[in-house]
């Protein structure tokens, strides 16, 4: 089962994040990081994340701009200056319509913006469609988990 | 305001299953065709008549064929990751979806990956999901002013 890396420190946005992705249909399994330090030893496999059976690679990173520690931002160049990292794709999910942070999101790699909508069933309805389109149609796999030697080849 | 949408292909009958596929779903936007990878460039480069931006806009999204005369698709991707200004969502649409094709094109950047089907009537579940995700969810980068778009209001 593909896994999804949820990196959001708000409470009540990690919540309707979850249950939205819960009731989508589509089969996955969710991990929740509350911070930027949190998300960069989860995805380097550091720390308390060093057991990839309890804490597999993600097939898609939702990630907020402002978070403790690390920002959003700051994440997201971390992840992008990792060639194994390459291929998964990274969506920002934040409340922010900021232009400057859309613009500099896709400057630094983002591979989509999303907006947090407020509307518990606009988001329901949403979940569905981002995880259809990521975890179904979208071709990101270039198969790392069959040989995770690879990675460190890299 | 409509985002034109430019469909990089060679082959017509893809050109025309995935412009009528749009249609069906209902997709709006206008469609520009630059039928290999020199067209491409020099549409995206505002060259020759491309240089009528009234008739030739920019476009917020960009289907990208990756087997073309001339230029590759890959060099094509390659050329929009290294111009400066408004970043612009590509997504690769492939015949084939070989592993390296896929790690290619992330490691240049690309938005998104779709296998083009190989039977005609599945075109428009390949529309409805560039519709849903890439038209409807996400939120593009902005437009720079100056980036060739003469009096930007914000």
Same mark, same amino acid.
């Given at each position: 089962m593909k896994t999804v890396l949820l990196v959001e420190d708000n409470d009540d946005d990690a919540f309707l994040t979850k249950l939205a992705c819960e009731r989508s249909g589509i089969p996955h399994?969710?991990?929740?990081?509350? *911070? %930027?330090?949190?998300?960069? *030893?989860?995805?380097?496999g550091t720390g308390v994340y060093a057991d990839r059976v309890i804490h597999p690679l993600p097939s898609l990173i939702f990630l907020d701009v402002l978070l403790p520690n690390r920002s959003g931002m700051e994440v997201l160049e971390w992840i992008r200056c990792r060639p194994e990292f390459v291929n998964i794709p990274v969506i920002m999910l934040t409340s922010s319509s900021d232009p400057a942070h859309i613009h500099q999101a896709y400057a630094l790699g983002v591979t989509s913006y999303l907006l947090k909508t407020a509307v518990p069933q606009e988001f329901m309805n949403a979940a569905r469609i981002i995880l259809k389109y990521w975890l179904q149609l979208n071709i990101s796999e270039i198969e790392l988990e069959s040989s995770p030697s690879s990675i460190a080849l890299n | 305001m409509k985002n034109t949408i430019l469909q990089v292909e060679d082959d017509p009958n *893809?050109?025309?299953?995935?412009?009528?596929?749009?249609?069906?779903? %209902?997709v709006n936007d206008p469609v520009q065709v630059a039928g290999d990878g020199q067209e491409a460039l020099d549409y995206l480069a505002g060259v020759g008549k491309f240089a009528d931006r009234k008739a030739y806009p920019l476009p917020g999204l960009v289907l990208l064929?990756?087997?073309?005369?001339?230029?590759? %698709?890959?060099?094509?991707?390659?050329?929009?990751?290294?111009?400066?200004g408004t970043p612009r969502i590509v997504i690769i649409l492939s015949a084939s979806g070989q592993k390296t094709d896929i790690a290619a094109a992330y490691h240049l950047g690309a938005n998104g990956f779709l296998v083009k089907p190989a039977e005609a009537g599945k075109f428009q579940d390949m529309a409805k999901a560039i519709k849903d995700y890439w038209l409807t969810q996400n939120i593009p980068p902005a437009e720079v002013a100056g980036a060739g778009a003469p009096g930007g209001s914000r």
């Open positions: 399994l969710l991990k929740l990081v509350t *911070d %930027g330090d949190a998300a960069v *030893d989860y995805l380097a | *893809d050109v025309f299953l995935l412009q009528y596929a749009l249609i069906k779903v %209902g064929d990756l087997k073309l005369p001339y230029v590759m %698709g890959l060099e094509v991707l390659k050329w929009i990751r290294q111009q400066p």
